[in-house]
């Protein structure tokens, strides 16, 4: 049988209207064969987008965005050995409104129909179609939560202060400071329904949900483009910073906000511009600062664009992620004293969390975001994480508040 016939016998299978049951049964699958996979979307966008590797184990590889194949990474905050990238060796897209098919593609290594990817994805679509028929599709077995020391409030306060005189002393100007919590889920607790939830409830976010051996199983709603290089080869990135509760304010104009916030948010802009005058970058548009909303948070935020093929640079998404990432916004300033402080001082892994993850070379794309509202799943149990910018008039208690309020806005959705 000749590959285009066997893509299009299987697209059959695919052609369904309740697609929440599709990426339920999707996710059942690719799990269970131990492939990785990631469904996102996009901000301000209504279609979800859905990718399996076929590969039998991940490797941690450098990032770069124009060497890369089609697919999607997921980078650790302290990302010294790589990242790890899922390849799209079946792609799947589609809405969650009804009637509305989802639409299929495969890539492959070559064009040897019993090539070892091929044989593999066979077995997956059949694997597939089963699960799919079924009444009720499974929920995913999700590992146990690991023993780590929990992060007490007196622990996170008393950082905080010590941090604030470290500023004052001259150390660094900015450091973000972070913590997680435990959860436990709803009996009902479903994960595809749950990203359908978080999609609708954050429109303007980009809303991901990742699952392999490697990372475990994380979601989350992130406000906060990393790196960004569209169609045109415009690139773009963002400083977000400072966070207030939105509570019944409508009108972003009329946001106020502290000298402590305005600060920090500069800061974030400074550092994004010191990145490009370290490549003797000058050409860039600025727009910003503005108050912009996220679920029930507002930010400021300041963005950055830049036309590539004008300044003939066409490897400027890559050498501004090596220099970006960290990003004061969840590290600090000047990036290595920060750094060090976080090393000593939090005394835990924040592994995805505040790491970065976003499509690679999709349709002539890659989006990178920052990893901020996230949470990983195990379980019967989550563990959310949350950080805040601490300055030389930060408040222990008030940043304490500031992690709270970050949580919240992925706890009320579970």
Known sequence: MQTNELVQKELAIFSVTDQAKLLSAILYTAHYQKF????????????????????????????????????????????????????????????????????????????????????????????????????????????????????????????????????????????????????????????????????????????????????????????????????????RTMALAGTQAKGTQTNMSEVLWTQKEIEEQALVSRYIINCLKKIRVREFEEIGPKTVASGNLLHLRTDFEIDTNEINFPQLGTVMLELLHPTSAVCGMPKKEALDFIEANEQYDRSLYSGYLGQVNMGGESRLFVNLRCMQLFDKRAIVYAGAGITQDSNPQKEWQETEMKMDTMLRLI
Not at 66 to 85: D, L
């Open 36 to 235: 990785p996979i990631a469904i996102w979307r996009l901000p301000e966008g209504s279609e979800f987008h859905v990718i399996i590797d076929f590969s039998t184990s991940q490797k941690r590889v450098k990032t770069d965005l124009e060497e890369m194949g089609s697919g999607f990474v997921v980078s650790p905050f302290s990302n010294g050995g790589g990242a790890w990238f899922i390849q799209a060796d079946m792609y799947l897209s589609g809405t969650f409104e009804e009637a509305t098919p989802a639409r299929l593609s495969f890539s492959y290594e070559s064009e040897q129909y019993l090539s070892e990817k091929n044989y593999r994805k066979n077995i997956f679509l059949k694997a597939l179609n089963e699960v799919f028929s079924r009444s009720v599709i499974p929920q995913i077995s999700l590992s146990a939560v690991p023993s780590a020391v929990h992060t007490e409030e007196v622990n996170f306060e008393e950082t905080v202060a010590k941090a604030v005189q470290e500023i004052r002393n001259g150390t660094f100007r900015k450091v973000v400071l972070s913590r997680y919590k435990k959860a436990t889920l709803p009996a009902d607790f479903e994960i595809i329904p749950t990203f359908k939830k978080i999609s609708a409830s954050y429109p303007t976010a980009f809303v991901s949900l990742v699952s392999s051996s490697e990372t475990g199983t994380w979601i989350g709603a992130t406000p906060e483009i990393l790196v960004s290089l569209d169609k045109d080869k415009i690139f």
